[in-house]
């Protein structure tokens, strides 16, 4: 019996990845066979369960020395060289985690959201959340990119059935932008491929690939591409604000919280680690933060004139993800793990902010700022999470989000000073976009009729929230817990591109003769 | 791989200074955030009481019942309460490191609390004489405030969220000044930030009131910013943002007067400009007096706003190693200080006298603090604590009773205008008393406490002015000069508010004048301890030449260098560096020419003289009601009046083109440019495909020859290529 | 010899193709690809002479299937009459973009 | 002489090829596509494919070009006089495609001469004489059709037969 | 057992599914004429003409698992190549026949005819397919085209049909005089047709260049208006929305895959020597032929024909393996044809059902809301839309993916990121039925197009097996992957045999 116990840690293990990527599948055939009316609770009891199973991670993970923990890897395609690979590291344990979390919260943030086609809803949700799963745990590229298209789909059809009234054009909208971006990230993967001769789409393999500077600068476009639309970067951002607007509260809370992480996620993964030299490029550099800042600085103030507030913070996230541009092109350590670390806090204080205006709207259904004012003295308690929230969106100490924020721009600022400098207006435009929102919806007069009658969060709405909520403090107020598992793995990052900076910048003999592979690739 | 345990649990409680032991240091800083915690509790359940009754269509009045409802009188004990103890826990440890004769700092961490790759910042807080001063400020003050709230605040349907708000600015106040590293700092500094936002607008539902906190947050965070860049440079520089190692390695690490110590000292300027509404960042300040009296008092002038001033005496060090940055605070401290005296003195608003006054006051601090009188500007920041709070307080007491009275008449005219009063001093004796020692005080005479504490800032910029190898030293002459014009409008102001509140004909509408009443107890007992601090407030920091003299009674009153003695630890290193830079300052005051007492006569004599005089040119003069005050003050009276046009040239410089900006981002950038190309590629794609499509005309010649054209094209190529 | 049957064949093949392009009547531009498969035969035949008896094997296959194809395409075709009651091939654009 | 003859027979065949694309009638295209065939059916016999120019002569200048006369007076298109030749953009259009089309492939022939073609050309034809003289025109073809070939002729039975099937199918009236 | 030909009983064997399925064809149409068709008979003779399928499926599999060869000159390949692509063929075939029955029946059709068309056709193209000689693939080329002349004109009470019928016809013809043209200047530059003494005449450089260079391009054209690239194209989308669409479904999965099945040997085996210069033709036939297929199916407001472009599109990805030529672009091809002819007969049997009696349901409004009205359509119909569209998760990825594994194989990097851009614009059309049936309501034309469209059992049979087909196949595609792998082998050993032996 005690055998059997102390033999639990090793068995979790072995199973927790599998159970938490397909048990939503499991979930999807479930609610696909449940009556209509009773699909929300199965939905949400599975995801439930898939986030209790997910919290073990926080205690088995071991951060390591920063490659991957419970790996394991099946052939599945062999004469491609695919497996079903999967693993965790510090960069994606946090990702997982944060979908485990967001997809309930999703889901029963939707209960009263979703009133038509229920079945089919909470079907795609589970879809979903199976694909962005299957994305951070992939480590082979194949199994990747299956999973990075097929979250497409759900969320297609999500914003295309229970968006608004321009839901098709966004949907379309939404699916064409990032699928230019994937594809052509597929020939780039494709040459990868080739190129490292190994015959696998491992992650191994690739890291291995012999890359020189020329080919490195193209492939890395490519990828920059499919992530920079994801993420989105600067001028490629039209997308979301329209997706946001259209989708319904949970599509939007998905797609804020993490969709958006695929991109950025992509960054760290791949971007770096595969091109360790283009990403240090002084001109890839150079682009790249100016374009980060250019998110962070204008999309700050796009949103501020927003009068859909929802569009407002559709804009927020662009801005967000420029701060995690920059920290991860600063190549530091600060920088990458700040960037890590807004990515977790955008994914909690945006989705509890969608969340907030999806209860707006399920009440009013208007999500015109100026259809709102003095909401405050009605729905206190919705109220102070909606504070609290835009405090933690806008970087107060002591939330989440200026944990990120602050190491993003110190860590930009080790190497980029000026960049970090014109970033860090963006504390400023940050509060200039928000607070006039929390203004113009909770404060000033109640002067509209329809408004007195707005309901304060009902008991299920703070189940909602509280997490989030309570997750936004804690991680601003002790954030170590998660610096420590993540910062092993963003060293591995960061030496693989010290390690190029030595053969193909530093008295490089021939610099066409680009990356040694990698000793890990030897071991075997 | 078992279930590690590689991650380390959070610290326990290190202490690294073991030569005095601490009492509970942590628990000065908790009481006020559970102070929080509980009257928020209190606050949302009141609040959802009376927005249910909101919803249902009915106002809940918490005060119609018999008894007052939990909610609204639990806060009165738990507010002040917490306040209370924390402020005897802070004596406590007062009495422990006074007797400890600490030379060091005491570092008390709790957790780590960001920890990266090559970063680490504890939670921790540090214990020394500044800080100690600082805290017995916020907790003593602080406490006295509560508990005229408590009076003034006693019918607001919002009791219980007024207090939540107030604790949890204690809370990160204390922080702020316990913070044992810039980024602890930063978090009170933001915080409180975030209070100022919250109890400026406290009263949401009124526009302008609400504007105002905004406002005042979005400028804050422009100073921030300056804040966090300073951090940057500083962790660039010494790998870590906690004060010890920074201020023991900053001799070594920056080149004196060297580009980086001057580009962190001005950033960290920047950063207390806006929290000290320092020009040109001081206009949220006077639009903060939005938010209840009591708040102004406690933030707007005792405490948040001094922060910038401790933050530049905490790094004293930097400033001595960069002179060029101390000319700027110092210089930027007298301009707000005679920019907003001027302003203050075209003002009807007594809270805005009040704010304008205070802004003027806290660039007499930073004159101070510029001059590298560190320990003179926490000696100003200190007595105007009393003295300041004590008139807002005052005012509050005055604005109470006309709210009280003008709503009782039905009058709708603005309880806080000057204009509507006058003549108070009948109906409210003990105000009257209490407002005349602090107003006395902030003038500047002899004894009380507010005459020791300019008077120094003002003498040390003189002696420092002479300072042998001052590269300013010209500049720092002009400084003074200005400083003493200023401290005479000060004088001047200040006696005229007197004049138009509580002397003269009473302008107060007829109806409303039985009403008007002295302020209850709970009110004007902590006036009057307060006034009692503005008297004697100034004795703990006399030098011994003027206590040694006709101003001190020579000796016999109870005065000393304490103070001095007291932060010497804190400020040597400082006052080390900036000898050896400067030279010995000048102990003959210039254009008086001796000592130390020459010019405190002089001085106590100019400012008695100026508050007389207008005592005597405005006591007679008939003043019009706001009602019926329609004329628009021209010229340079004019100007005074529209505050030297700063709204005006932020809003066309700055808030205007951001705007617009923003507008063409939106609608030119996002939606034609970028959207645009977007849209224009998939329709394009669309419209060539229906193009080609035309082709498609349904005859077989045009196929047949569509056909023939691909075999010419396919064979020529293959044969001519 | 060979070149200038070649040339011949060229030369039938392309009016034959020029017949496709331009006539409007069905029978006739099916005339006109009999006339470009007899082109085609020409060639078969012209180079037998130089590779083989092969060639002539292949023109009696393409004269099987022209004559096959006339079959079934004179049966389209007078289906289609059967329906427009012409044969011209501009009417036949109901099926068109 | 043989030359005399090609260009003769050449010469016909375009006129008679040029006539069908160009007559007014269908009637006479069909006569003018005879006169083509038998001019390549001359060609033929130049060539020495005696079996084929008279396969040429009687399965196709007679019995198809007959099918197609049936239909053409079948529908009573014999007279329809209505130009059916498109003129104008067009034609000049077809015949710029047409003419380049023929310049390429005329480019591309124009080298094809006798020797250094594949080797000994006269060889070849001297070996196919032999056999003809041997076997008999129709032997010679007869004999790879049934052996090498016999898979194509097979084939091409059933392409007969389907080709039946279809113009059965599709020539029955509508019910 | 081997193959040498020495007896004649060695052709039957070697050519052992084309012999069933054409004395079955004939049974098919004796059964026709002596039945009588009308009323429910026409279904019978359909399921005996998919009968006679699973039967010359059956002789496939036989040659398939162990019948070797040893004729490096005969006219017929007993190859796994030949073999795989019979099961497209036959595979096509059935499905077709089977959507065909209910639509048959309706259309009062002949239906000894109608089978044993599509039989004949197939084995058309089953000799295509198995054809080492240009005159051979030519009489299989012939033979499915003239079978199908006849379908596409079946339905004689609809003038689409017969326009359709005619434009194919003269078209078709048209271009076989230009694939006949390129047989006879290629016969006479190597002095044969067999493709394997081609191959060998031109690795011992005994061709004649002047003739070889115009016979490959007008090969090229010939094949090309086949498998409808661009600028051969222009017939096809009047065909496949004229012809009746389970015809419209079979053309577009098996003739399609026929003449692939032919381009591919006679090039990438027979021409494999004067690889340089073919490619470029392809490669941009290959190009223009997925831009303009995709773009022009933007504008197409009739599924039917938006289908039609979408396999001119999907002609040009094949064109793509052909590019590339190799092992792993061969494999795909086969592959991705199979995969092809499920989806997109899968797809057209949706249309068929929604088509109703008079076929004219095919606008894109006709599928507003049907999705929610027929779950089983709508869901069935996304799934081979997006399988079409190459989405991870159907097999139309897979197949998309082993296209590009060939095409970066060999290194065609610009042509695979044509591909690929061309597929995001694939896309829009795609996912545009995808929204129509899932996020418009429809008016009320629309409920009633869907109350009608109910699918008979047959067509049901084929959406649920076509379905399960394709997602098994995204996600397991390693069986059917290994075969079309190990179809490939063999392809281009007997090239280099006959080589040697005709050297002399």
């Known amino acids: 019996m005690t055998d059997f116990i102390a033999s639990i840690p090793a068995l979790y293990e072995d199973w927790v990845l599998h159970a938490l990527l397909w048990l939503p599948v499991a979930g999807l055939f479930h609610v696909m066979a449940a009556a209509e009316d009773r699909a929300k609770h199965i939905a949400f009891s599975w995801s439930g369960t898939v986030f209790v199973l997910s919290l073990g991670l926080w205690w088995s993970f071991d951060p390591g020395g920063g490659g991957f923990a419970m790996q394991s890897s099946t052939p599945w395609i062999e004469s491609w060289g695919v497996s079903y690979a999967l693993g965790l590291d510090g960069i994606s344990v946090f990702m997982v985690m944060l979908t485990t979390l967001t997809t309930p919260i999703a889901i029963l943030g939707s209960f009263e959201y979703i009133k038509t086609r229920r079945k089919a809803f909470y079907a795609l949700m589970l879809l979903l959340q199976t694909g962005v799963v299957g994305v951070f745990l992939a480590t082979d590229i194949f199994l990747f990119y299956v999973f990075f298209e097929l979250t497409l789909i759900p969320m297609y059809f999500i914003v295309g059935i229970w968006g608004g009234e321009r839901r098709i054009y966004a949907a379309v909208k939404f699916f064409l932008y990032t699928a230019v971006g994937s594809l052509l990230m597929l020939v780039a993967i494709l040459y990868i491929y080739f190129s490292s001769g190994s015959g696998s789409f491992s992650y191994e393999a690739f890291l291995g690939a012999d890359l020189t500077m020329r080919e490195q600068l193209w492939l890395f476009a490519a990828f920059a591409l499919a992530f920079g639309i994801k993420v989105p970067i600067f001028p490629l951002h039209t997308w979301l604000p329209d997706a946001h607007v259209e989708a319904p509260t949970p599509g939007s809370v998905i797609l804020a919280s993490l969709l958006l992480k695929m991109g950025t996620y992509g960054f760290l993964r791949f971007l770096l680690p595969f091109f360790p030299g283009a990403a240090q490029h002084p001109t890839v550099v150079a682009v790249m933060l100016v374009l980060g800042v250019a998110g962070i600085i204008y999309a700050a103030w796009v949103a501020a004139v927003q009068p859909d507030a929802k569009k407002l913070v559709a804009y927020t996230s662009v801005a967000h993800m420029g701060f995690v541009v920059i920290g991860v092109f600063a190549l530091t350590v600060n920088g990458l793990q700040g960037g890590l670390v807004v990515m977790i806090s955008h994914g909690i204080s945006t989705g509890a902010l969608f969340l907030l205006l999806g209860m707006m709207y399920e009440r009013r259904h208007t999500r015109r700022i100026e259809d709102f004012g003095g909401i405050g003295r009605v729905a206190p308690f919705f109220a102070t999470a909606f504070v609290i929230t835009a405090l933690a969106s806008i970087g107060l100490p002591g939330t989440s989000g200026f944990i990120g924020e602050f190491l993003a721009l110190i860590g930009t600022f080790e190497t980029h000073a000026v960049t970090a400098i014109i970033a860090a207006t963006g504390v400023i435009f940050a509060a200039y976009y928000m607070l006039p929102m929390v203004q113009r919806v909770l404060f000033n007069k109640l002067d509209k009729p329809e408004n007195r009658t707005f309901a304060d969060l009902s008991r299920r709405e703070c189940v909602v929230l509280g997490p989030l909520v309570a997750l936004m403090i804690w991680i601003g107020v002790h954030p170590a817990p998660f610096l420590r598992r993540m910062e092993p793995s963003v060293q591995v990052v960061l030496e693989r591109v010290e390690e190029a900076r030595t053969v193909l910048f530093d008295g490089a003999s021939d610099p066409g003769a680009g990356l040694a592979p990698r000793p890990a690739g030897e071991e075997e | ?721 | 010899m060979l070149a200038y049957a070649l040339l011949l064949s060229a030369a039938l093949f392309v009016i034959g193709t020029l017949g496709v392009i331009v006539r409007r009547n069905a029978i006739i531009i099916f005339l006109s690809i009999e006339l470009q498969l007899n082109a085609v035969n020409l060639a078969f035949v012209a180079l037998s002479r130089y590779t083989g008896i092969e060639g002539q094997l292949f023109v009696f296959f393409v004269m099987t299937v022209a004559a096959a194809e006339a079959a079934v395409g004179l049966a389209i075709i007078i289906s289609i009459f059967r329906h427009y009651k012409t044969v011209n091939v501009d009417r036949f654009n109901l099926l068109k973009w | 002489m043989t030359e005399i003859l090609f260009v003769l027979f050449a010469v016909v065949a375009l006129g008679g090829a040029f006539g069908v694309v160009l007559s007014r009638t269908p009637v006479a295209s069909l006569l003018f596509m005879v006169a083509t065939l038998a001019s390549v059916a001359g060609i033929y016999v130049l060539f020495e494919a005696h079996f084929l120019a008279a396969i040429q002569v009687l399965v196709y200048a007679g019995a198809i070009m007959v099918l197609f006369l049936f239909v053409i007076m079948l529908l009573n298109l014999g007279h329809d006089y209505r130009a059916d030749l498109k003129y104008g953009l067009w034609s000049l259009l077809a015949l710029v495609v047409a003419g380049l089309t023929a310049g390429v492939l005329g480019q591309a022939f124009w080298g094809a001469s006798d020797t250094g073609f594949r080797g000994d050309g006269a060889a070849v034809a001297a070996a196919l004489d032999a056999a003809v003289r041997e076997q008999g025109a129709a032997g010679v073809i007869a004999e790879p059709l049934f052996t090498d070939y016999v898979v194509a002729f097979e084939l091409m039975g059933l392409l007969l037969l389907v080709a039946i099937v279809a113009a059965v199918v599709l020539a029955k009236p509508k019910t | 057992m081997l193959l040498d030909y020495t007896s004649s009983f060695h052709y039957v064997m070697a050519l052992l599914p084309e012999v069933v399925l054409s004395c079955w064809g004939m049974v098919i149409l004796i059964m026709g004429v002596v039945r009588k068709d009308g009323g429910g008979r026409g279904q019978e003779t359909g399921w005996m003409a998919v009968a006679g399928l699973a039967l010359a499926a059956v002789a496939n599999g036989w040659l398939y698992s162990g019948v070797a060869e040893d004729g490096a000159s005969a006219m017929i390949a007993v190859d796994r190549f030949r073999l795989f692509a019979n099961w497209i063929f036959i595979l096509a075939a059935a499905l077709s026949i089977v959507i065909s029955l209910a639509y048959v029946t309706r259309q009062k059709l002949q239906a000894g005819e109608y089978y044993s068309l599509i039989l004949f056709a197939t084995v058309g193209m089953m000799v295509m397919a198995s054809a080492r000689d240009l005159m051979v693939i030519f009489l299989g080329l012939e033979l499915m085209s003239i079978g199908v002349y006849a379908l596409v004109g079946f339905n004689r009470r609809d003038r689409r049909s017969a326009e359709a019928g005619l434009k194919y016809f003269l078209l078709g013809a048209f271009a076989t005089g230009f694939l006949l043209f390129g047989i006879a200047l290629i016969y006479g530059a190597a002095g044969s047709t067999n493709i394997q003494m081609i191959a060998s005449a031109i690795g011992a450089g005994t061709t004649a260049n002047q003739l070889l260079v115009p016979g490959i391009a007008l090969l090229a054209i010939g094949f090309g208006f086949k498998v409808a690239a661009v600028p051969f194209h222009m017939w096809t989308p009047d065909v496949y929305e004229g012809a009746p669409t389970p015809v419209t479904a079979f053309m577009a999965a098996a003739v399609k895959a026929a003449a692939f099945v032919a381009f591919l040997r006679v090039f990438v085996v027979g021409l494999e020597g004067v690889y340089g210069q073919w490619w470029p033709i392809l490669y941009w036939l290959a190009a223009i032929t997925m831009v303009v297929g995709n773009v022009v199916a933007l504008a197409q407001s009739n599924v039917k024909r938006m289908l039609a472009y979408s396999s001119i599109a999907h002609g040009g990805y094949l064109l793509v393996a052909l590019v590339a030529g190799n092992d792993t672009a061969v494999a795909s091809l086969l592959f991705y044809l199979l995969v092809y002819t499920i989806m997109t007969i899968a797809a057209f049997a949706v249309v068929v059902t929604v088509g109703g009696q008079s076929e004219g349901n095919s606008r894109i409004e006709d599928y507003a809301g049907l999705g929610w009205r027929r779950p089983v359509l709508g869901v069935f119909m996304t799934v081979f839309l997006l399988s079409l569209a190459g989405f991870p998760g159907t097999a139309g990825f897979i197949a998309k993916y082993q296209l590009l594994l060939g095409a970066a194989e060999a290194r065609l990097w610009w042509l695979s990121v044509v591909l690929v851009l061309t597929t995001v614009v694939s896309y829009w059309y795609y996912l545009r039925v995808a929204w129509y049936m899932w996020m418009k309501e429809g008016d009320d034309t629309a409920a009633a197009i869907a109350s009608s469209a109910d699918p008979p059992f047959a067509t049901h049979a084929v959406l649920v097996l076509s379905a399960g087909l394709i997602i098994l196949g995204g996600i397991f595609p390693e069986t059917v992957l290994d075969l079309a792998y190990g179809s490939v082998e063999g392809l281009r050993l007997l090239v280099a045999g006959a080589s040697q032996a005709l050297v002399p």
């Open chain 2, 1 to 721: 791989m078992g279930f590690a345990a590689s991650v380390p649990g959070p610290h326990l409680p290190v202490q690294e200074v073991a030569q005095w032991e601490p009492v509970l240091p942590g628990l000065i800083i908790l009481l006020p955030l559970l102070g929080f915690v509980v009257n928020g509790v209190l606050a949302l359940r009141s609040a959802a009481r009376s927005s249910a009754a909101l919803r249902s269509g009915t106002e809940w009045d918490p005060f119609a019942g018999p008894a007052r409802p939990r909610t609204h009188t639990l806060p009165t004990w738990v507010g002040p309460g917490v306040m209370f103890v924390a402020f005897v826990l802070a004596l406590w440890n007062f009495a422990g490191m006074y007797g400890a004769e600490l030379h060091d700092p005491v570092v008390v961490r709790y957790w780590t609390w960001i920890v990266t790759g090559n970063l680490q910042i504890d939670a921790a807080i540090q214990l020394d004489q500044l800080s100690m001063i600082m805290m017995l400020v916020v907790t003593g003050v602080g406490f006295l405030i509560h508990v005229f709230s408590v009076g003034y605040m006693k019918d607001d349907t919002g009791y219980p969220r007024y207090f939540a708000y107030l604790n949890l600015f204690v809370f990160f106040m204390l922080v702020l000044v316990m913070g044992a590293g810039y980024a602890m700092m930063f978090i009170g500094w933001e915080g409180v930030g975030l209070c100022s936002y919250l109890l400026i607008g406290y009263w949401f539902t009124d526009r302008e009131k609400s504007d105002a906190g905004k406002k005042a947050f979005i400028v804050n965070r422009i100073g921030d910013l300056g804040f966090l860049l300073a951090m940057f440079l500083l962790f660039q520089a010494f790998g870590t943002l906690d004060f010890g190692p920074v201020f023991e390695g900053a001799e070594g690490r920056l080149a004196a007067g060297g580009a980086t110590v001057t580009a962190i000292t001005l950033l960290l300027m920047l950063g207390a400009a806006g929290k000290s509404a320092q020009v040109p960042l001081h206009v949220w300040l006077p639009d903060a007096m939005a938010g209840p009296t009591p708040v102004s008092a406690l933030i707007h002038a005792a405490t948040m706003v001094t922060a910038g001033v401790y933050m530049v005496a905490r790094s004293s060090v930097l400033y001595a190693l960069a002179p060029t940055s101390q000319a700027v605070v110092a210089g930027v401290g007298v301009l707000t200080a005679l920019l907003a005296a001027t302003i203050a003195l075209q003002q009807h608003d007594i809270k805005k006298v009040l704010a304008y006054s205070t802004v003027s006051q806290l660039g007499f601090m930073f004159l101070g603090a510029g001059v590298g009188a560190f320990t003179a500007a926490i000696f100003h920041l200190m007595t105007h604590a009393f003295f300041k709070a004590l008139l807002f307080l005052g005012a509050g007491a005055v604005i109470h009773a006309m709210h009280h009275a003008l709503h009782r008449a039905d009058s709708h005219e603005d309880a806080q205008d000057m204009r509507n009063m006058g003549g108070l001093k009948d109906r409210m004796r003990i105000t009257w008393v209490v407002m005349w020692v602090a107003t006395l005080a902030i003038a500047g005479i002899w004894p009380l406490a507010g005459f020791f504490s300019k008077d120094e800032i003002i003498w040390y910029t003189a002696a420092w002015a002479g300072a042998p190898s001052n590269p300013f030293g010209t500049l720092y002459t002009v400084y003074w000069l200005v400083a003493l014009v200023t401290a005479m409008l000060t004088a001047f102001y200040m006696t005229r508010l007197m004049v138009m509140t509580f002397h003269g004909e009473s302008r107060v509408e007829r109806n409303a004048r039985p009403h008007l009443h002295e302020a209850p107890r709970v009110m004007w007992v902590p006036l009057a301890i307060l006034a009692v601090l503005s008297v004697f407030g100034g004795w703990v920091n006399v030098p011994e030449p003027l206590a040694e003299s006709f101003l001190g009674l020579f000796g016999a009153l109870p005065m000393s260098e304490w103070l001095h003695h007291w932060l010497e630890p804190v400020t040597h290193d400082a006052a080390a560096i900036q000898t050896a830079a400067l030279g010995e300052p000048a102990y003959g005051a210039p254009l008086v020419g001796g000592g130390e007492f020459a010019w405190a006569l002089a001085s106590t004599l100019a400012a008695a003289v100026v508050v007389l005089a207008a005592l005597r040119a405005l006591g007679g003069r008939k003043y019009v009601a706001a009602a019926r005050d329609t004329a628009a003050p021209g010229g340079l009276r004019g100007i005074l009046a529209n505050k030297w046009y700063f709204d005006e040239v932020f809003d066309a410089g700055i808030v205007r083109p951001v705007l617009a900006a923003s507008r063409w981002c939106w609608k030119v950038v996002d939606a034609v440019l970028i959207d645009g190309f977007v849209n224009f590629v998939g329709n394009f794609t669309r419209l060539a495909g229906w193009t080609v499509s035309l082709f498609q005309t349904g005859q077989a010649n045009t196929y047949a020859f569509v056909l023939t054209l691909g075999v010419l094209l396919v064979l020529g190529a293959a044969v001519f290529l």
